[in-house]
């Protein structure tokens, strides 16, 4: 599985992006997807997940203010990102795994984007 992440850039705080994950997956539909972030100097955090039957979840710092959405002819993800403020600064990664275990893991994804980096000024 290949995941290719798209639609990072500088935005001002209080503006929205957009980022698309694109999957070369066969059965696109039987993963788990998820969209990672990592600051500078910080560890790797989730952000949000969306299960292959369009189940979501989010990180609490981002409840509200985000959505991920899937689709599965298409075999992309996305993210619509909000309302960013300058703490959401950071290389945003998105990963796929198979359905098991928690998926606020990173250890849990079995394949990753190259990531794409989004800059909240303030």
């Known amino acids: 599985v290949q995941l290719q992440a798209s639609g990072g850039g500088l935005v001002q705080a209080g503006g929205s992006l957009s980022l698309s994950c694109a999957a070369s997956?066969?059965?696109?539909?039987?993963?788990?997807m998820g969209w990672f972030r990592q600051a500078p100097g910080k560890e790797r955090e989730f952000v949000a997940y969306?299960?292959?039957?369009?189940?979501?979840y989010y990180t609490d710092s981002v409840k509200g203010r985000f959505t991920i959405s899937r689709d599965n002819a298409k075999k992309t993800v996305n993210l619509q990102m909000n309302s960013l403020k300058p703490e959401d600064t950071a290389v945003y990664y998105c990963?796929?795994?198979?359905?098991?275990?928690?998926?606020?893991?990173?250890?849990?994804?079995?394949?990753w984007g190259q990531g794409t980096l989004v800059t909240v000024s303030s």
């Open positions: 997956a066969r059965s696109f539909s039987n993963y788990g």
């Open positions: 969306v299960s292959g039957s369009g189940s979501t």
């Open positions: 990963a796929a795994r198979s359905p098991g275990g928690v998926i606020t893991l990173s250890s849990r994804y079995d394949y």
